[in-house]
C-alpha cells in the first residue's frame, strides 16, 4: 500500500436509501470532510432471470427497462442525501454516483479498481445485533474480500463525534502498519487511540515485546496501550468500549475466517447488549 495510505482521495459508499445506508452516508460524510475526500456513491440493483423459452421477449429491453426504473428511484431519492449534508453544512464534498446490476461484492471491486478508491463506508443492517451483522453476509464479504479499509456502521450508530478509538492488538509485527493508519485517522479527528491487548491464558506475547512496542511508538502523545487479561476476548472487547467511551473500533483482518473465530469462540455468553459502535477494519 506504500504511501498511498497517507492520503485519502476518494470514499466508496453503498447506498440502497435504507436507515442502515444513510447513517453510513453521515459518517462518509464526516470521513470526506476531515479527510479532504470525495465520495463515490454506488447503487446496485439485481436483474431477474428470465426464462426465454417461456417468453420471446428482447431480454435487452427488459435490462433498459429495469435500469431505468432504478435510475428513476435512485435520482427521486437523492435530494434526500443532499438535504442530509445541507443539515450538516457538507453540501460542499463532491459526489459521483455509479449505478451497476449484480453483486454487491463484485460491483464494490469494480469500482474500487476503476474509480482507485481508497476507503468504502457501509451500513450493516444487522436487527440481530452488532456482531452477527457485521461478519453476517455482506459487510463480512465486503471486509475480508476488499483490499482497502472498510468502516462498518451498524443501523444504531448516529453519528456524533470520534474522539475516541480503540485498536485491538496482538503484538504482531504486522499490526505495526495497521496502527500507523489508525493514528493517521485519529489526527484527523484530533481522537485519542486506545491500543487494546485482551491477554488471554495461553498469551505468547512476552512484556518485552509490549515495551519495544511502547518505545516504537512513544512520540504518539494521544495514543495509550491497555492490556486486560482475561480468556474471553469478545467481552473484554466489549467492556473496554463501553468503559472507554469509544467511539469507533480499528481491527486488522488476518484472515477471511477470522472474524467468524474471534467471535464464534463465545457463543455461550450471547452478548450482553449490542453496541452500535463502527468497526473500521483494516486488510493485512
Known sequence: ??????????????????????????????????????????????????????????????????????????????????????????????????????????SIKKVIAQEDIDMVVMGTNGAEGWWDSFIGTNTGAVITGVSVPVLSVPAGAKFQKIENIAFTTRFRKKDIEALIKVLFFAKRFHAKVKCLYVKTPNSDVTEDTVRRWQSHFEDEDNLQFFIVPNENVLETIEDFLVSQEVDMLAMLTYKRNFFVELFTKTTTQQLSYHLPTPILAFHE
Open 1 to 106: 500500500m506504500g504511501n498511498k495510505t497517507l492520503g485519502m482521495k476518494k470514499i466508496l459508499v453503498p447506498v440502497d436509501f435504507s436507515e442502515a445506508s444513510d447513517n453510513a452516508f453521515v459518517y462518509a460524510l464526516e470521513m470526506a470532510k476531515r479527510l479532504k475526500a470525495d465520495l463515490v456513491l454506488l447503487h446496485t440493483f439485481e436483474i431477474p432471470i428470465v426464462d426465454s423459452q417461456a417468453m420471446p421477449i428482447n431480454y435487452a429491453t427488459i435490462y433498459d427497462t429495469i435500469e431505468l426504473t432504478n435510475l428513476e428511484h435512485f435520482k427521486e431519492k437523492m435530494p434526500k442525501l443532499h438535504a442530509i449534508a445541507e443539515e450538516r453544512n457538507l453540501n460542499h464534498i463532491a459526489m459521483s454516483h455509479i449505478m451497476m446490476d449484480g453483486d454487491l461484492l463484485v
